[in-house]
């Protein structure tokens, strides 16, 4: 890593580091030369890059405790429908940040802006209780309604620390009309996420960003910003609804096949951004509600913006939308084992979001998700498919992984579509039994092989600021990955 402070004093041909008779005299009285390059380094910058080097170690640590406590049954009281169920539980946790960089970054000399000593911790007390009502069961021989159960469950969530409490609440319901070939089921809930403890304590981040000037709509390349904690964070609330049917028909023709389709959305609000544009607007009025607390913009004698301060705030509203499907069908074989078949799939239609107090959601699916660097995507569908061959002690199973493209730009700005992709992984079972000899018994070798056609992950370039060039958020760099696996039960 590189000084800051000693990169300025090595392009500096006065500074006494350069000067044999000074008590700082680095060895060498020629200036670091920035025209060298990798391929062809400059052998007289060797001294001065050996000064500006600095080794930086920081030490961070994070902690988490969590007792608890759950009792549960299965027969609390009887219900037409069969034995209640019930849970009731608390749970207790204490979390614990701690930061102590190395003195270079609490000056921020590395570049990347100065860095807190942080110590602080939170405990959270949580109660939660469940509840599952049988309402009617097959043996009460009830035309239309073959079986239906609810369940119902509650958490309080207790944050000691900032004195905020929050109960939310859930429901599902499970209802067969006719018999078990046919399920409608449906639920609803609420939740919350209280900020991180790096959100509401870790200090500050630096940075340079691209931001546009609200007075005049000059674009402002590489702005300084300030981006960090805010203890004043209170926590997002989240509400959901699911709702699907599962049908297993017994024509058979149709024996072994199964096929769900389940609608959800979700919606998050009060949730926890860092947006420097939206602050600088609202510092220059262009959009309402003025400047939070812990905000400011910097600017020089003549008006020019310096820097901007943009710690978490909430403000973020989120509506996502979409289905799960899947189907699988089991077909066994007189001679030739077992056939499973199957695949299953997320289409998310609609990722609409709001940064920005009381402006409208913006609709995000198809759109790059990592700000602008393509290596992350709303992507429309995720999904996977399998054919499983069981025979005896084996099993053979290929499944194929296929992963959603979005709308990039390359590094001339130009929008362009980052490519989907299907990968393939390999995988098979050997069993061992009692007449291989006793000590192999239960014992199971796996031999497989992931992304086995050696594929590449799409290009990317996020307007040519994408050092990996590919979605680094969706893929990994592996390629084709080999692994044998042996296991034995005692």
Known sequence: ????????????????????????????????????????????????????????????????????????TGDLFPLPGGGVGFALGMDYRIERLVQNPDAISLLGDDGSGKEN???????????FAEIKLPAFSPKQHIAGVYELSFDIA???ERFVSSKQNKVVPSIAVSYRPIDETLLFRASYGEGIRQPSIFE????????????????????LPETPIVQGSNSSLTSEKTNSINAGIVWSPKITALKGFTVNVDYWRVKRQGTVVSNPQDTLNRFFGTSPGGLVTGESVTLDGAGAILSVTAPYINVGETIVQGYDLGASYVL????????DFGVGGTYMNSYKQATIAGAALQELINTDASGGQGLDGYIRWKAKGNVDWIYKSVVVGVVANYTGGFEDLDGDGNPFQVASMVTYDLQVNYSFHDSLGRFLNDTKLTVGA???LDRNPPFSSGFGSNAVGYPGFLYDSTDRFLYVQLTKKF
């Open 200 to 219: 509401l304590y870790g200090g500050t981040v630096n940075g340079l960003t691209s931001l546009t000037d609200p007075r005049n709509g000059t674009e």
């Open 450 to 452: 992931l992304n086995v």
């Open 117 to 127: 000593q942080v110590d602080k911790s939170r405990k959270v007390f949580a109660y």
């Open 154 to 156: 509650a958490r309080d």
């Open 332 to 339: 066994p074989t007189a001679s030739l084992g077992r056939f």
């Open 1 to 72: 890593m590189v000084s800051t402070s000693r990169f300025n004093q090595i392009v500096n041909a006065n500074d006494p580091i350069f000067n044999p008779t000074s008590s700082v005299y680095i060895g060498t009285t020629t200036p670091y030369n920035p025209f060298g390059y990798p391929g062809n380094p400059i052998a007289a910058n060797a001294p001065s890059i050996a000064y500006a080097t600095v080794r930086v170690k920081d030490a961070f640590h994070t902690e988490l405790r969590n007792p608890f406590v759950t009792v549960n």
